[in-house]
C-alpha cells in the first residue's frame, strides 16, 4: 500500500467544541473516541461569540498536554462551518458527548443541520461517563473564580492555568 492509499484509507474523527478550559468529562470521551478511528482530530472552535476565557491557542496548548499519551491525537483550532473543517482534514466522523437528556435537542440539530448540508460526514455520540456527567466548562471556571477547588474536574497539569485565569481574567 503506497503512502498515499494508507491517507486514503485513513478512519479519521473529529471531535469538536470550544474547550473553555477541557475537562475530565471531555478528555474521557477524547480517549474512548481515539480507539475508534486512526486519527482522531480535537477541533478547538474559535468561536469569538461565546467570548472565551481562554484564546484558541491557549485552548489547544492546554488540550496537547493533557492528550501526549495518546499517539492518534492530533488538536487544532477551526473558524466557521465544523462539516468544511471536517472535509479539509478529511474526517468522516463527528464525534460528540452526550451528558443527559437535555443535551439531546441541541445535539440532534446540530447533527442533522450537518448531515443535511455534508450527506457524507456522519456523526456518532458517546454517553458521557457518569461520573462526569454534571460538568462543564463554566461550572469549573465558576468554582475557580470564587477559589473551589477544581482539581476534581480537570488535569492537574492545567489546574494553575485556569486558576490563574479565572481569578485575574484580564491577564
Ligand atoms: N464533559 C464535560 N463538559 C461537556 C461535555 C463533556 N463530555 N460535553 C459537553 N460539555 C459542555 C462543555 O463544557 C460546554 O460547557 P459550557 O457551555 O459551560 O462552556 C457545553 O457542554 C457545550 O460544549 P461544547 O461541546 O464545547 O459545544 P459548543 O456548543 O460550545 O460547540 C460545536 C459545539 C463546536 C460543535 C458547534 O458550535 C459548531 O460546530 N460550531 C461551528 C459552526 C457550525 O458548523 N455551525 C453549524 C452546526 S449546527
Do not use: W
Amino acid at each position: 500500500m503506497t503512502k498515499e492509499e494508507k491517507v486514503t484509507s485513513e478512519k479519521v474523527g473529529i471531535y469538536p467544541g470550544s474547550f473553555d478550559p477541557i475537562t475530565f468529562g471531555h478528555l474521557d470521551i477524547i480517549e474512548r473516541s481515539s480507539k475508534m478511528f486512526d486519527r482522531l482530530i480535537v477541533g478547538v472552535l474559535c468561536n469569538k461569540a461565546k467570548k472565551p476565557l481562554f484564546s484558541a491557542e491557549e485552548r489547544v496548548r492546554m488540550i496537547q498536554s493533557v492528550t501526549s499519551h495518546l499517539d492518534n491525537v492530533e488538536v487544532c483550532s477551526f473558524d466557521g462551518l465544523l462539516v468544511d473543517f471536517a472535509k479539509l482534514e478529511k474526517a468522516s466522523v463527528i464525534v460528540r458527548g452526550l451528558r443527559a437528556v437535555t443535551d439531546f435537542e441541541y445535539e440532534l440539530q446540530m447533527a442533522q443541520t450537518n448531515r443535511t448540508m455534508c450527506p457524507e460526514i456522519d456523526t456518532i455520540f458517546l454517553t458521557t461517563n457518569l461520573s462526569y456527567a454534571y460538568l462543564s466548562s463554566s461550572i469549573v471556571r465558576e468554582v475557580a473564580q470564587y477559589e473551589g477547588k477544581i482539581s476534581q474536574f480537570i488535569p492537574a497539569q492545567i489546574v494553575p492555568l485556569v486558576e490563574e485565569k479565572c481569578r485575574c481574567p484580564k491577564d
